[in-house]
């Protein structure tokens, strides 16, 4: 009978630490191995496009539908002065907008200026396309805090490719903006907040003018 407790309470623990792993893999930082097209490499938490930092952030991007553009596909033409102009309707639709969560990408191949190919963590291989600024050569940039090197900015040109993994941000910890917003409505709205698109860290800077002067606030000072 003891010996059934304590594996129950053994168990009952490593599940406790394995659920905390997974629930701070989750919420921490995006961190990785950058690979760059002439051969350099750079480890550390990562800041991608301005506006994603944390595991839970969203990479934005297009896929190829699967077996469902082709069936709509209808030809259409019209006649002007004797030419006849074909097109396929429905062709702009073989192309889905998705997104998939930074934690869940265990490798990113950089394979065009448009394209790359994601691995997941599930074993699945995607290729997604861009359409906004999370991938391809509309990235605004890809911020790499290297252990050794300190921060380097890089762009979607630079890249080979990108390892996903957890790493040490002692000394580097960012905490994430976090706050209620009230509408003129009345509405409110708890969580965290992303302020003009990317910023997103207590450290990072409000930009304004107060009486004509150009005033710069870290977020960090801010109450209300």
Not at 83 to 102: L, P, Q
Request: with cysteine.
């Amino acid at each position: 009978m003891k010996k059934i407790n304590f594996l129950t309470v053994f168990l009952t623990a490593l599940f406790i630490v394995l659920s905390a792993s997974l629930i701070y893999a989750e919420q921490g930082r995006i961190c990785g191995v950058i690979h760059t097209r002439d051969g350099d490499t750079f480890e550390g938490p990562i800041r991608w496009d301005k506006n994603e930092a944390f595991w839970d952030d969203i990479l934005d991007a297009t896929k190829e539908r699967e077996g469902r553009h082709e069936s709509r596909r209808k030809e259409r033409h019209i006649e002007i002065f004797g030419i006849r102009i074909n097109w396929d309707e429905g062709s702009e639709e073989s192309k889905a907008s998705c997104g998939v969560k930074f934690g869940h990408i265990r490798l990113l191949e950089r394979r065009s200026r448009n394209r790359a190919i994601l691995h997941l963590k599930s074993g699945e291989k995607v290729m997604f396309y861009g359409y906004s600024t999370d991938v391809g050569s509309g990235i605004r940039e890809i911020v790499i805090d290297d252990f050794e090197e300190g921060e380097i900015i890089l762009d979607w040109g630079d890249l080979d490719e990108i390892e996903f993994k957890e790493c040490e941000v002692t000394g580097r910890e960012e905490r994430r903006l976090y706050g209620q917003v009230e509408t003129r409505h009345g509405e409110t709205f708890k969580g965290f907040i992303c302020w003009d698109i990317d910023e997103l860290f207590h450290s990072d800077i409000l930009d304004g003018e107060e009486k004509g002067r150009t005033r710069k606030i870290p977020f960090r000072r801010i109450k209300a």
